[in-house]
């Protein structure tokens, strides 16, 4: 199987080409200018590679939530891309991601398998998720994602008296994440984003599956619906 995945959500742009168990990826952390950066790393995946678009399986993408402009960019390309090439498209969390890269970084098992992820969302608020890493590896949603206060970050009450891990960004720009939770977080990664890699991974049992969408349907998912409110002072 063979599967490109993009991601320009948040400040890490990067692509990731999976090929029967094989991953190479291409990643950097910057402001803006992720448009060109994004098509660059695609045709040197694809060109290092020796194969063309058309030779793939299915495109995956960063789906969201994140920045309003990266999360759109990240579907219009995959949507592009995947018109032009005929292709299925595997639209993937970006929450998902980083509790995936998380699982990977802190070496999560069976029985720490607990991860809360909370993103970033400015104005004052983060984008979080609660996931679990199961028996094949793969870290999977618990209840559903959302965006609030960071104050008003909560924890599933099945993993009460568990051991929980946290990662995202979120809990760099807020400080109180980590005092709020301090005594059920057993460790914190502020420093982690999302990456075209997890995209990738996740992606494959859900083309396997057939749980593929349209190039049509492939649309950014926000979260918040109110993406033009002005930032609170």
């Known amino acids: 199987m063979k599967v490109l995945a993009l991601d320009t959500a948040t ?6 080409l999976w090929i029967d168990g094989g991953l190479t990826q291409r990643e950097v952390e910057v402001e803006r200018g992720h448009a060109d950066l994004i098509l660059t790393m695609i045709d040197e995946l694809l060109s290092e590679a020796g194969i063309r678009l058309t030779a793939l399986d299915a495109i995956a993408f960063g789906r969201g939530p994140g920045g309003f402009t990266g999360v759109r960019l990240a579907a219009s390309v995959t949507q592009g891309l995947a018109f032009g090439a005929g292709l299925p498209v595997v639209p993937v969390s970006d929450l998902q991601a980083v509790a995936q890269r998380a699982a990977r970084v802190l070496e999560v098992n069976a029985a720490t398998r607990h991860i809360l992820v909370c993103n970033d969302a400015r104005m004052q608020e983060v ?3 609660c996931f679990d890493c199961g028996q094949d590896g793969l870290a999977a949603l618990v209840g559903s994602e959302r965006v609030s206060k960071p104050s008003e970050v909560q924890l599933p009450q099945s993993w009460e008296g568990t051991q929980v891990h946290a990662a995202g960004r979120g809990f ?8 709020n939770l301090a005594n059920v977080l057993a460790t914190v990664n502020s420093s982690l984003l999302p990456g075209a890699g997890e995209i990738a991974l996740l992606a494959v049992p859900e083309i396997r599956a057939g749980r593929t969408v349209a190039p049509e349907d492939a649309v950014p998912v926000y979260v918040r619906n109110d993406v033009a409110r002005p930032k609170a002072p």
């Open 11 to 16: 400040e890490n742009c990067s692509a990731a």
């Open 127 to 129: 984008y979080w998720g």
């Open 172 to 179: 760099a720009a807020y400080g109180e994440l980590g005092r």
